[in-house]
């Protein structure tokens, strides 16, 4: 087993496209979620949001990227207003009801055959461009002597993580402030909020545009790293594994989203780049498991290993086990 | 104990008080084929402690959620300070000092102690999700209400649970709480559902002196509750429901000698003690 190579992809992994995308999708999902208790399951659809906004832009009114982006975060406003207007008076389950349908349809729409001329159909958006790379500062690689990044791929972290930080930030500052204190008084009980003279419905329309925008900035970044926009990247599991990245470093906290989305993909990447050298050189029989089934195992890992953290470590790697606790009251 | 304000009050339903601060007329809510509330017309006399007792499922804490908004009225009208409210959202009567507490306690229970009294106070800068980012836009007034939630804490001996979770407080402890933050919103009005239920016998003295506390503020206290000797220590003036609507109103003395609330009792629950206000009306 090479495990130097393991190891490398493994921490690549951690650090590159889907960690970055996933952190911004499990930050938005933290606003909804972690602070004001709203069950969003259709993040994907603001994913989607975001990155159809931006390659639309692109492709069809050649926008430069950044008015593009714009516009990506600006849908994913109009689709938080859709969503939120008929179904944030109700209870909590409603919401996440009409959001996984919602996500489903936006695919389901894009993805359709009579609108190939606008979103490319089954085939997505393709023509979206270098406009990203032509921008980048780096020329070299970057030799870390464990790991070593492209150039591509630094001027991709060097955004992506600089976005991740700067909505980490937000989140900070705003879950210290009063408007916070609100958030998080709605996720124990709307009705107090309410008798306390606050519009309970318009701070959870604040918090479902508020996490539908960092969304958004997740799925612009998965958009501009592969230059193209795949309709079944917005696939339901995809808010799962938000969720997942979400819970397994702690709803509630301003690193947790962050931290749970490197874990997950370091997981993800471990198992399937260890499985797949023990079955090449023979560890592990073709009797107990072949390249194919291979493939689904990390995700059975991954499954597991949230299993094992809810039951011994219920908060997540940065909860607050106190507050855990208080969930029997 | 009737106070001056009650003097020439006529102990029926639906009597004009001196100085209205809330009337209802008309007030009808219906869950399907039940009417749960059907109030002709009840006015609440300002800065006095009205107790509402009634039989279980007369209507009360129904009656609570109309007025401040938690419900929507089938039919009729109320005011407060002449302002009709009735359709208007919870969070804007709350806003025009009507608050109310609940009968299950919302103690939020992940905020700290002194996060359950910030949220109450209105009018929060910070508030707004703009503003809330630039800490010293709203850090001076986070100060300030800090330090009136430091003095109702201290007067409602929370104080040093200030920085516990409000999930970590005893029941009673929640109630208080529950009482101190609603206070935080400045009402005039307080409506307190059931405030003594589940609170232990010691605990509920405190919390007698801090409702009467709060009438000698200039606030008018509505509050439903079972226990009839709190009724008869606290209140000025007593509404009986039964079946949703009133049938008696008076002092305490008046009410348990009146045969109409007598039989509603009777014909309910016959294990209601309302002896205790026939056989010494006169104590306090």
Known sequence: MNWMGILESTLE????????????????????????????????????????????AITQWAWPIIPAAGFGLFLSVVLALLLGLPTLRLRADYLAIVTIAAAEIIRRVVKATEYRGVTGGSGG????????????????????GIVDFSARQLWFMVVGWGLVVICMLLTYLLVRS?????????REDEDAVRSLGKNVTWYKMQSLILGGLFGALGGIMLTLEQQSVQPDQFFTPTTFYAFTALILGGAGRVFGPVVGSMLFWGIMQFTSVSLRQGIRNGHIPESVMDG?????????VAGVLLGALMIFRQQGIFGNKREVALDGN | MATDAFDDVEPRPGSPKRDTILSVDGLVRRFGGITAVDVDHLEIQANAI???????????TTFFNLITGFDEVTAGTFQFKGE?????????????????TFQLTKALSKLSVID????????QTGENPFKAMVRPLWVNQERE???????????FKLYDKRDDYAGELSGGQRKLLEMARALMADPEVICLDEPMAGVNPALTQSLLQHVKQLKDEGLTVIFVEHDMDVVRDISDWVVVMAEGAIIAEGSHASIGKNQAVIDAYLGTSHEIDLGTIQLDPETH
């Open chain 1, 13 to 56: 992994a951690m650090v590159t496209k889907n960690a970055v995308v996933f952190a911004l999708a499990a930050i938005g999902l933290n606003i909804h979620y972690g602070y004001t208790g709203l069950l969003n399951f259709g993040q994907a659809g603001f994913m989607a949001a975001g990155a159809y906004g931006t390659g639309i």
């Open chain 1, 125 to 144: 958006i393709n023509g979206i461009g270098r406009g990203f790379y032509d921008a980048n500062p780096f020329s070299e690689r970057l030799d870390l």
């Open chain 1, 178 to 186: 009063p408007w916070g204190r609100v958030l998080k008084a709605i």
């Open chain 1, 292 to 300: 194919v089934q291979a493939g689904q195992v990390p995700l059975i």
């Open chain 2, 50 to 60: 009205t107790g509402l007792i009634g039989p279980n499922g007369a209507g009360k």
């Open chain 2, 84 to 100: 009709r409210l009735e359709g208007v959202p919870a969070y804007k009567v709350a806003r025009k000092g009507l608050v109310r």
């Open chain 2, 116 to 123: 359950n009294m910030k949220l109450g106070a209105v009018g």
């Open chain 2, 145 to 155: 209400i800090e330090a009136r939630a430091d003095e109702l804490l201290k007067r």
